[in-house]
């Protein structure tokens, strides 16, 4: 029997829905049916019969509604019990348990220890038998623990890098054609990835296909696609802190662009970039080989995005400004002279 789509609420089960799960229980009513009668999911009821039947196995309404009273009296468990559940295991020593329970010896309550510091007593101090008595009883097991003080921040590592906060204000102006932000997109696994170069005043796309994530492919991909443009529309690239950029000063002496580089976690900085990733995911979806597209397939899906009208270009398309910026920049000497 087909029951009519309803929209499906999400809200606890009142006594009155209950007493109605148990009558359309005894009239041997599938959950389904009793989920579509009452508006709720399946799973819903599915979870109320089996958390709140007796131990008889058959649901009966004011044995349900005792169960839930007694539930919700015991919630939420104190931080000190999730504690206890999260790092001991139910058959582990008692003394273990007890240094995770602060309910266990409220008297002491300036004697009480973080956490880190009693995995320090457990893999430090005990030796032999012990040492493997007592890690076997942790959650995880492992023999070695790493500290978890801060370390070292291994961001920042890309050698002379130029922040972009020294970069030319006529980038941000957006007036001047040339300044470029760049990005990878990487599919399956991050085994494979592509190349993205937007200019920041026409929003002209290219694609570049790469065999990898590494370095070396960013050098000759972008390297590449940047020679391609005329001297005057390349200038500039805005480019986040990814370690496929560590080779940078390369990219510049090929192609004359100077590189700056955006804050850590900001990717509003390459705003522009970030928006158009988000529409070539619509023709390279994640999840997806990138490899197995050529770069003629992804010259065809650039020119697509290319030629899509934009507002901010009084619904010009990109491909027909930066023709303009690209002819007006050959005018200019000439109208010099």
């Not at 539930?71 to 504690?83: F, M």
């Not at 590592?157 to 990487?186: A, C, F, N, T, Y």
């Given at each position: 029997m087909q029951h009519p789509t309803v929209s499906v609420r999400c809200c606890?089960?009142?006594?009155?829905?209950?007493?109605?799960?148990?009558?359309?229980?005894?009239?041997q009513w599938s959950q389904r049916r009793i989920a579509c009668l009452l508006n709720h999911s399946p799973s819903t009821v599915s979870r109320e019969i089996r958390r709140n039947r007796g131990a008889h196995g058959r649901y009966i309404i004011h044995e349900a509604q005792h169960c839930m009273q007694a539930?919700?009296?015991?919630?939420?468990?104190?931080?000190?019990?999730?504690?206890r559940q999260r790092t001991v295991r139910a058959d582990?020593?008692?003394?273990?348990?007890a240094l995770f329970s602060r309910t266990d010896c409220p008297q002491f309550e300036d004697a009480y220890v973080c956490r880190e510091t009693i995995y320090n007593a457990v893999y430090a101090l005990p030796v032999g038998e012990l040492r493997k008595e007592l890690i076997v009883c942790l959650r995880q097991g492992k023999t070695t623990r790493k500290p978890r003080t801060?370390?070292?921040?291994?961001?920042?590592?890309?050698?002379?890098?130029?922040?972009?906060?020294?970069?030319?204000?006529?980038?941000?102006?957006?007036?001047?054609?040339?300044?470029?932000?760049?990005?990878?997109?990487?599919?399956?696994?991050?085994?494979?990835?592509?190349?993205t170069l937007v200019e920041r005043t026409s929003g002209y796309?290219?694609?570049?296909?790469?065999?990898?994530?590494?370095?070396?492919?960013?050098?000759?991909?972008?390297?590449?696609?940047?020679?391609?443009?005329?001297?005057?529309?390349?200038?500039?690239?805005?480019?986040?802190?990814?370690?496929?950029?560590v080779r940078h000063a390369e990219i510049t002496q090929k192609t004359g662009v100077a590189i700056y580089f955006c804050d850590p976690h900001s990717p509003w900085q390459r705003g522009s970039n970030e928006n158009i990733n988000g529409l070539i995911r619509q023709y390279l979806p994640k999840g997806t080989d990138l490899s197995a597209y050529s770069q003629e397939q992804q010259d065809a899906i650039a020119y697509e995005l290319n030629i899509r009208p934009r507002k901010r270009f009084d619904f010009k398309c990109p491909i027909e400004v930066m023709t303009?910026?690209?002819?007006?920049?050959?005018?200019?000497?000439?109208?010099?002279?």
């Open positions: 606890h089960v009142s006594v009155v829905e209950r007493a109605t799960i148990q009558i359309d229980l005894l009239n539930r919700r009296q015991a919630w939420p468990p104190t931080p000190e019990a999730r504690a582990g020593p008692s003394a273990a348990k801060g370390g070292v921040d291994r961001r920042n590592q890309i050698p002379e890098m130029v922040s972009i906060h020294v970069r030319p204000p006529e980038v941000e102006d957006r007036l001047m054609p040339g300044h470029w932000e760049g990005d990878l997109i990487k599919g399956k696994a991050n085994a494979s990835a592509v190349g796309l290219m694609l570049v296909k790469m065999n990898d994530a590494t370095a070396t492919s960013a050098v000759e991909g972008f390297s590449a696609a940047l020679n391609r443009m005329p001297l005057a529309v390349r200038k500039s690239m805005t480019y986040d802190q990814g370690r496929e950029m303009a910026v690209v002819a007006k920049q050959h005018e200019a000497p000439a109208s010099i002279q």
